[in-house]
Structure formats: structure tokens, C-alpha cells
């Protein structure tokens, strides 16, 4: 792992008197609209991830808030004292990159930059080469580069199983691998599937058209299942951008049948999330009181065997 600053931020766990989600064991259906509010539904069959664990944030539309979902999911971990990783595996955005501050080490000239799209391409480049520190202390990361999309395009041999490949030998102290697919299910997606232990299905709470995207992804995710990942699972779907409203309440019943083991989790609406894009902050960090933050946090905590349950 290479490290591209010396001084790091740590991450300070959130306190217990905030406003947290109820977390319940089923998606409430019947009761009188105005009774009802967004809590966590954790099924009785959900098992929390052992670690070291490897997470696909996944939905084919773009904007559904899988970016979102990764950097905050693993600042949350981090709080928890885990060490995670973020791989970038979008091609088309810059976002992740912004959002950690991301730069090189001082020195390594523009064509040793190593990111991903060398993973594939390169059968001597390794993981911990590509992984880098960020200014967060435990958080590390595998930038992406738009030329990754060749990989989509020229399909190098062993595509489909490259991250696999790597992240089966965890040498590297890593506890959670969390990778940030781009919209889309080609190659990449499914090399990010195939390398899963779950999948963490994104959906904007109110989006018909997300809603739809996520039934494609399932398409993808039972045929990676029948062959190249028996045992991938669906552990989560994030409700993004989640405010109380009957739409929201019919997408958010619609998916929990759909995946009826996975934890369901309101990521409730927030403009702060914008304001800390734009301050390149992570959301946690920029603003740690608010409600999108103490979701992600409980998600954390149920999703994983560290303070699951607590
Ligand atoms: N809980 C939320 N509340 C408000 N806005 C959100 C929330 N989650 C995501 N967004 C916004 O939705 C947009 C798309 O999110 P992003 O994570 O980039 O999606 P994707 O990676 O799936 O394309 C971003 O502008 C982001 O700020
Ligand atoms: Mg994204």
C-alpha cells in the first residue's frame, strides 16, 4: 500500500442520543399512513458479514447514489476502527477521487500512475500497488481512470475474474473492500460481483426508473450466481435520498419483497451532501450530526459482525 500523505484525519465514532432509525424486522405495510415512518428493517434470516468482506455497491442507473453509499458506508466502518478500501470501479466519474482529496505521491511521474484499468490489463500489477492511503486514517483506495471503459471494450483474458483474484488472498490487512461500480452491468460489474461476498443495491427512494434498474441488476446478480459466485447475496438495499412520502413507502415495500433476506435501509434526504461535494469532504466528516450520516452508521452496524446489533 502506498501512501500519498503523512499526516492523517481520524474519524470519530458518532454518540447514541441522535436521532437513529427504529430498527425493525419487517417492511410495515398495513398501518394508517400518517402512523407510519422510516425505520431499518433487519429480516430474522439477515446473518451480519464476517470480515474480511468484500461489498459491491451495484444498481445500473446512474445517480441511484451507489457513490454516495460507498464513501459513507466505509467512513462509518472506519469510525467503527476498521480498515477499509474503496476501488473506484466507475469509469465515467471523478466524484470518489474529489470527495477523498485523492492525489498521487508527490514524485511518481503521470505514466507510473498506477490505478485500476493496470489490474486487468497487467498480470504483474497487484492490489496493494494500486491501493493507496488517504487523508483519513484506516481508509485506503484504488483510484479508477476513464481509460478503465477499455476493459468493457477490449475484454483482456480473465476479466471476469481479475478482482476476484485479488481480493481472495488478503494480505493486506484490509478488513472491508467496498467497490463502487458504475452504472451499467457489463464486464467491470460483473468482475466486481464475482469478487462480492454481497451486493449493496442503491435505490433513489422515489425513482420508479431506479426501482426498475435494481430488477435488471437481479438478472445480472442470479447469473453470476448460477455460475461464477455461488455464494454472493444481496445484503442490503439503500433507500438514497429517502423522504417520507407514498411513494417512497410503495418502492421501499416493492424492493424489501424482492429481496426479502436483505436489510433494508432508509439513507435519508439531506442537501448537506451537496455542500460537502462541493467542500471535498466526505459527508461524515463535513457535517457529522446529519440524519444521512446516522443512517449509513446504523446501516453499518447491523451490515457487519463488528457492533452488529449493539
Ligand atoms: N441521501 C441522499 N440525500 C440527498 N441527496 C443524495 C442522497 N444520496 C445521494 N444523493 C445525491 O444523488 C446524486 C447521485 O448520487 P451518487 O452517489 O453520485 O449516485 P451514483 O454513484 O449511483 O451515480 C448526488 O448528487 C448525491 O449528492
Ligand atoms: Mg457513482
Not at 426501482?211 to 441488476?217: C, D, I
Amino acid at each position: 500500500m502506498r501512501e500519498t500523505q503523512g499526516k492523517t484525519v481520524q474519524v470519530s465514532p458518532l454518540g447514541d442520543d441522535l436521532a437513529f432509525l427504529d430498527i425493525v424486522t419487517e417492511w410495515d405495510y398495513g398501518s394508517a399512513y400518517h402512523d407510519w415512518k422510516a425505520s431499518i428493517v433487519v429480516p430474522p434470516t439477515f446473518l451480519p458479514g464476517a470480515l474480511p468482506r468484500v461489498i459491491a455497491i451495484s444498481n445500473q442507473k446512474g445517480g441511484a447514489g451507489k457513490t454516495t453509499t460507498a464513501l459513507e458506508l466505509a467512513m462509518a466502518l472506519v469510525a467503527r476502527g476498521l480498515r477499509v478500501r474503496i476501488i473506484d470501479a466507475d469509469p465515467q466519474e471523478a466524484s470518489l477521487s474529489v470527495w477523498l482529496q485523492f492525489f498521487y505521491p508527490e514524485g511518481v511521474p503521470a505514466d507510473e500512475r498506477k490505478h485500476l484499468t493496470h489490474l486487468y490489463f497487467d498480470q504483474s500489477v497487484t492490489l496493494q500497488e494500486i491501493t493507496y492511503a488517504t487523508p483519513y486514517e484506516g481508509l485506503y483506495f484504488v483510484p479508477s481512470f476513464p481509460d478503465l471503459e477499455d476493459v468493457e471494450t477490449k475484454h483482456p483474458t480473465g476479466t471476469e475474474t481479475a478482482l476476484q483474484y485479488h481480493l481472495s488472498k488478503p494480505d493486506d490487512d484490509i478488513d472491508v473492500t467496498i467497490i463502487d461500480c458504475g452504472p451499467g452491468l457489463g464486464p467491470l460489474t460483473v468482475s466486481a460481483l464475482v469478487a462480492a461476498h454481497d451486493v449493496i443495491i442503491p435505490v433513489q427512494a422515489a425513482s420508479g426508473l431506479d426501482a426498475r434498474g435494481a430488477a435488471a441488476l437481479n438478472r445480472t446478480i442470479t447469473s453470476v450466481q448460477g455460475r461464477l459466485n455461488t455464494e454472493l447475496r444481496v445484503a442490503a438495499v439503500v433507500l438514497t435520498d429517502f423522504e417520507k412520502s407514498g411513494l417512497a413507502r410503495q418502492i421501499g415495500g416493492k424492493l424489501a419483497k424482492a429481496y426479502p433476506n436483505a436489510v433494508i435501509l432508509p439513507a435519508r434526504t439531506s442537501v448537506r451532501i451537496g455542500e460537502a461535494q462541493l467542500a471535498r469532504k466526505p459527508l461524515r466528516v463535513f457535517a457529522a450530526g446529519v440524519t444521512t450520516v446516522l443512517d449509513y452508521d446504523r446501516g453499518a452496524s447491523v451490515l457487519f459482525v463488528t457492533g452488529a446489533r449493539a
